[in-house]
């Protein structure tokens, strides 16, 4: 039962346009929402969050949207580069349980 | 700041041996989690301690525990192995203050771990 789902397992985009990395989530009780970034033989490097009260969130070239009704988060990169390459999760976590659960990510290439 | 370490970075242990991880939080930061990494399942939830207590704990099974420290550092034993608990094992640690602060966790590099 995944309550996390990242449907994307890959995306390619040229260096220079906009990357859409979509999360779905089941569970309304979740309270944040978080994007971590993973390079192979690293652990997850954390790019940003949004709490359920905000519906964007935004820090540099990263932007972070939720949409509570349809339980369905999204990162924009603009303009995406190539060291942007890379195995993006999205995580959830709320309701007191000190836990983040995450999908199963996305392996984003950005071509040159 | 320094980050969160993690030792040892890889381990080879046998079936049926034990093995202790070891992981230093951020300087300031009070709560630890532990995660298992595997291709199939993805990063799953161990165990968050904060203030030396155990707050919640994943759907693991008791050969996996736990424990922290007073300075915050962390460290996570498995008994018995089994084959299948070769994974990266990632240690992250927060303010664990409340808020997002409390979920917004900064990781380790990982042990890699293979159970022969």
């Known amino acids: 039962d995944q309550q996390v789902k990242q449907n994307s397992p890959s995306l390619s985009v040229q260096e220079g346009r906009i990357s859409i990395l979509n999360c779905d989530y089941t569970?309304?009780?979740?309270?944040?929402f978080l994007w971590y970034k993973k390079y192979p033989a690293e652990g997850p490097t954390f790019l940003i969050s949004?709490?359920?009260?905000?519906d964007k969130n935004e820090d540099g070239r990263f932007t972070v949207f939720l949409n509570k009704s349809a339980k369905h988060l999204s990162l924009h990169i603009v303009p995406s580069q190539p060291g942007d390459s890379a195995v993006y999760f999205c995580?959830?976590?709320?309701?007191?349980?000190?836990?983040?659960?995450f999908g199963k990510g996305t392996l984003l290439t950005v071509n040159p | 700041k320094a980050g969160v370490t993690q030792t040892p970075r890889y381990l080879i242990k046998t079936r049926g041996q034990q093995v202790t991880l070891s992981c230093s939080p951020i300087?300031?930061?009070?709560?630890v989690s532990w995660y298992q990494q595997t291709p199939g399942q993805g990063l799953q939830f161990l165990f968050e301690?904060?203030?030396?207590?155990?707050?919640n704990k994943g759907n693991f099974p008791g050969r996996f525990s736990g424990r922290q420290f007073s300075n915050s550092r962390s460290e996570m034993n498995v008994s018995t192995l089994e084959l299948g608990d070769s994974a990266l094992y990632l240690c992250?640690?927060?303010?664990?203050?409340?808020?997002?602060?409390?979920?917004?966790?900064?990781f380790g590099p990982g042990t890699r771990l293979t159970v022969t």
């Open positions: 949004i709490s359920s009260i905000k």
């Open positions: 569970n309304s009780m979740f309270d944040y």
């Open positions: 995580a959830v976590g709320g309701g007191s349980n000190y836990k983040l659960t």
């Open positions: 300087s300031g930061h009070r709560s």
């Open positions: 301690y904060f203030s030396e207590t155990q707050r």
């Open positions: 992250a640690s927060s303010s664990g203050t409340g808020g997002v602060r409390t979920y917004e966790q900064y």
